[in-house]
């Protein structure tokens, strides 16, 4: 089945730039996203692009996808505090009701 | 106004015992689904209906029924509780749309099962 892999771990500093990585298997899939979960919460989609695009730019955010690699990422320019939370890729692959799979999650921890 | 509420937040039962979980969204989404949150975060789909009708069925045991009354609620039923079943369980919506699918998710459902 699909399997989509991320790093369990990143800390940066405040005002730093983060890059999550996260890799999928499906080489069917037509949309990746990126979600944000909050302690106590439900996860919340921050962006997505689809398998056609190899980058999107959207304000702080910036998604980059190489689909000859499989590879995509999650770049957040200025990182705040507000912005330590889970952050989960997932990907959908093609036809009909096509469901979401999810990766691990990568836990950024930012620091003051 | 919430987009996905569920309900309880917080579920405490012994093993055996059967329990229920309530999901309703006021979306206008034709589609509905439920997740599985383990200890380590990782998120799997145990179901989705489509305008109450069952589309995804990942492989769970038959003690987990979901039943859908109607596209606006779907509601999970968990039978002869496992301490196995203790997780979080996300309830999400989406358009429906067979291309691209948001998801926009419930706060969850914290089950414990002692």
């Known amino acids: 089945g699909e399997d989509v892999e991320q790093s369990l771990f990143l800390s940066v500093r405040e005002g730093d730039s983060s890059v999550i990585n996260c890799t999928y298997t499906?080489?069917?899939?037509?949309?990746l996203y990126w979600y944000k979960q909050e302690p106590g919460a439900g996860l919340q989609l921050l962006t997505y692009?689809?398998?056609?695009?190899d980058m999107k730019q959207d304000q702080r955010l910036t998604v980059l996808l190489n689909k000859k690699d499989k590879h995509l990422s999650l770049r957040i320019a200025d990182t705040q505090t507000g912005d330590s939370a889970i952050y989960f890729c997932?990907?959908?692959?093609?036809?009909?009701?096509?469901?979401?799979?999810f990766g691990t999650g990568t836990k950024l921890q930012v620091i003051p | 106004d919430t987009a996905v509420s569920q309900t309880p937040k917080y579920l405490v039962t012994q093993m055996g015992n059967d329990k229920s979980i309530k999901c309703e969204q006021n979306?206008?989404?034709?589609?509905m689904y439920w997740y599985k949150q383990d200890s380590k975060k990782f998120l799997k789909i145990m179901f989705s209906?489509?305008?109450?009708?069952?589309?995804i069925n990942e492989t769970v045991p038959n003690r987990f029924s979901p039943k859908s009354p109607d596209k606006a609620h779907l509601n999970l039923h968990i039978n002869s509780l496992e301490l196995g079943d203790s997780a979080v369980y996300f309830c999400?919506?989406?358009?429906?749309?067979?291309?691209?699918?948001?998801?926009?998710f419930g706060s969850g459902t914290q089950l414990s099962v002692l």
């Open positions: 979306l206008g989404h034709d589609t």
């Open positions: 209906y489509n305008n109450k009708e069952l589309i």
């Open positions: 499906d080489s069917s899939s037509t949309y």
């Open positions: 997932a990907e959908k692959g093609s036809g009909g009701y096509q469901k979401v799979t």
């Open positions: 692009i689809f398998s056609n695009m």
């Open positions: 999400a919506s989406s358009p429906g749309q067979t291309t691209n699918e948001k998801l926009f």
